[in-house]
């Protein structure tokens, strides 16, 4: 086989160019010269206008889709969590790396004992409407304040801001080594689809660059990651719509969690589901209709309505 070198398309961000060293490093591993290529994206340029506002539907992957499909890169490196249900045509997923911490952490400005006070109305910081809905659902006398940026700026505006704490991807802060000791990790709060995980995306007839992936795609997480990112597709969601799915496989069994959650946080339907691993086909799809029939369908018309 011809081993050329192969071009890693990246975000500047701390954290995007960690993930991207990663993938460098397994392709070295099996003896893949690799190279990488930074490319902004929109989401890195606009620091000011909520995710929600910006079609956020690839907002911090169309760029990398872009150069992939002009040839400017092989692949692509990319916060699972941040791509489209539906990839872009001509656009192949060619691994998932082994996934990391799934949880939402939150970080405080002093303590946590507002946690438990009910007459304090604490102010916390996130762009993520998923993690606003779920936040005002257990705290609805909490205010949610806009918060925006990579990991190091959302890091220093909670230190510059009036706020009491700030919700951040337990994944993202550890990777980089930037968790503060004052933090804790969100364990009632679900997770968005295929959170902590590292999607790798290649030309789909680059076999190739594929073939290279292949041998550290993780099918494990591939699976888990799947099943949740179908139960968002079928209730046509994506990072606008507070939907939370997280599936975990567990003495050969498929464990998943699903929600979705109004706005406002006042509204909420769940789904669980186990079955064997040799099942997993269909489950996300299969979540999401039961979801909708027990109530989920009149969140979502009204989430819609909300945004339309």
Known sequence: MIKRNIRIG???SQLAVWQAMQVKSLLSQYGFPAELVYIK???DIDLKTPLYE????????RSLDAALLSNKIDLAVHSMK???TQLPQGILQSAVLPRGPVHDLLVFKNGNDFLNDNSYVADIATSSLRRKAQWLNKYPHHQIHNLRGNVNTRLRKLTEENWDAAIFAQAG???IELRPEKSEVIEWMLPAPAQGAIMVVCRNDDSLTFDACQHF???SAALC??????FLRALLGGCSTPISALAVIKDDKI????NILSLDGSKKKSVEKTIPIQDATGLGKAAAEELLTNGGKEIMEEIRHAVS
């Open 10 to 12: 990246t975000r500047e």
């Open 41 to 43: 994206s929109e989401g």
């Open 54 to 61: 910006m079609g956020v539907q690839g907002i911090f992957t």
């Open 82 to 84: 941040d791509v489209p």
């Open 173 to 175: 802060l550890e990777r």
């Open 217 to 219: 795609n993780d099918e």
């Open 225 to 230: 990651t799947k099943i949740e990112r179908d």
């Open 255 to 258: 464990h998943f969690k699903g």
